[in-house]
């Protein structure tokens, strides 16, 4: 991190210049006490110095104000680094929609189920599952007074779906990817479906498919506009199928998307974008996005998603809120900004008084003792800041002042 960087050096600085100027003094010929007079002077001023808190105390700023601002800062470095950041990776379940599923339309496939027993098999499953589809299908459920029954050897098929045993029957709820990658036929109803649909297989059967409707978060189009304003690329990675991804796309106008992709090929996307000198930004809700958070340059969790999520990601959005992207990357740049900004006045304010205190200018009669030396600087950094010059001079009167006492 910088602010470590900017004291390591201050800290070499202030030492080397500091034992130069005693061994300077005593060459010219002057006393012991002369000299070392000068050396605690140089090192007084250089140590404690602005220089070393003009970044901590940004940080320390930022961090505050950031967390007022609905972020959660786990990771530091991955803060300070928001600033590069050139795409955003975005989940679209839970992430830019709002990940609360209603049922829409149940419907048989084999002619010999009703809705109901659709309903019933599938929530029997989804009892047992922590994604989003699970609590629209068991509100369902409820919804027509279903009875669920009992599972056993229940699985999670990552990023495909769900299946165990029910009433002694092997059952499945599953992706459209998932047929596919069975070889499958999709049912011609479902083929062409906007919305998030599930298949319910029964010993490898297709019995039936739920359709279930999902919004996207209202907050979501003016985080992608804003972002798309600042010159950085956005993209959509979902395990959800093909025409509603497109949907979401087109509606939120982005860059791209991919849909189908399971959780490691979410890794590769972002490792591909990463191979193509993009600083990338992922943000995700399900346990599905933890590898490709993980990846990324900088992992943005959203607060309302699951704990592998949180615990995976850089940062939180405490606030659910993908506008919240926006402004991390805003305040990094502007945190970053404020450093350097500090850094400068810090390092033009030393190159004048590191040769003041060494006694450079003692030919002259100049020369200041350690305690004067703090005076003037006490009055320099009241008259600073009534000019206001910010957090620089804040820490230049906080210095003086721990001197003083
Ligand atoms: P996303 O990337 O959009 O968050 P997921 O990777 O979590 O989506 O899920 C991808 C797809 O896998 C879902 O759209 C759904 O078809 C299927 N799926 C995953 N988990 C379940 C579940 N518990 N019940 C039914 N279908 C599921
Ligand atoms: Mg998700």
């Known amino acids: 991190m910088l602010a470590d960087r900017a004291a390591f050096w201050l800290t070499v600085i202030a030492l080397s210049v500091g034992f130069l100027t005693f061994a300077a003094w005593l060459f ?9 007079e000068r050396m ?10 602005a220089l070393g808190l003009a970044i901590p105390l940004v940080v320390a700023m930022s961090t505050s104000l950031s967390a007022k601002n609905g972020l959660l800062i786990k990771n530091r470095s991955a803060f300070e680094n928001a600033r590069k950041i ?10 830019l929609t709002e990940g609360k599923f209603g049922v829409s339309s149940v419907k048989s496939t084999d002619g010999n189920h009703d809705e109901k027993e659709i ?37 999670a098929i990552k990023g495909k779906g769900v299946q165990g045993i029910v009433d002694g029957q092997n059952v499945k ?15 011609d109803h479902a083929k062409d479906e ?52 497109k949907k979401v796309n087109d509606e939120l106008k982005l860059d791209g998307y991919f849909a189908e992709v399971l959780p490691h090929e979410k890794l590769e996307k972002v490792k591909e974008l990463q191979s193509k000198n993009e600083y990338v930004a992922m943000t995700g809700d399900g346990v599905n996005d933890a590898p490709a958070l993980a990846q990324a340059d900088v992992g943005i969790a959203i607060g309302s998603g699951t704990d592998i999520a949180a615990e995976t990601a850089d940062i939180i959005l405490v606030e659910s809120n993908p506008k919240d992207v926006t402004s991390l990357i805003l305040f ?28 450079v200018f003692y030919k002259w009669g100049i020369i200041i003792s350690p305690a004067v030396y703090l005076l003037i600087l006490w009055k320099t950094a009241i008259f600073l800041y009534f000019t206001a010059i910010p957090y620089y001079v804040f820490v230049e009167l906080l210095t003086v002042y721990c001197y003083m006492w």
């Open 28 to 36: 010219v010929g002057q006393s012991i006490t002369f000299a070392i």
């Open 40 to 49: 605690a002077t140089v090192m007084v001023i250089t140590c404690p110095h």
């Open 86 to 95: 050139s795409v955003v990776v975005f989940d679209k379940t839970g992430t």
């Open 119 to 155: 309903i019933k098999f599938a929530s029997a499953l989804e009892k047992s599952s922590e994604h989003p589809i699970a609590r629209g299908i068991l509100e369902k459920a409820q919804e027509l007074g279903i009875s669920v029954p009992d599972v056993s050897d229940f699985e």
């Open 173 to 187: 709820v599953v992706s459209p990817g998932y047929l596919k990658e069975m070889g499958m036929d999709i049912p």
């Open 194 to 245: 906007q919305l998030t649909v599930v298949f319910i297989l029964k010993d490898e059967n297709i019995i039936g498919t739920i359709s279930l409707a999902d919004k996207i978060r209202e907050d979501s189009y003016e985080a992608i506009q804003k972002l798309r304003e600042l010159g950085i690329k956005c993209w959509m990675l979902t395990g959800d199928n093909n025409q509603i991804a």
């Open 332 to 359: 990094g740049r502007a945190t970053y900004k404020k450093m350097i900004q500090n850094l400068v006045w810090a390092t033009g304010y030393n190159l004048f008084a590191i040769p003041l205190a060494a006694g």
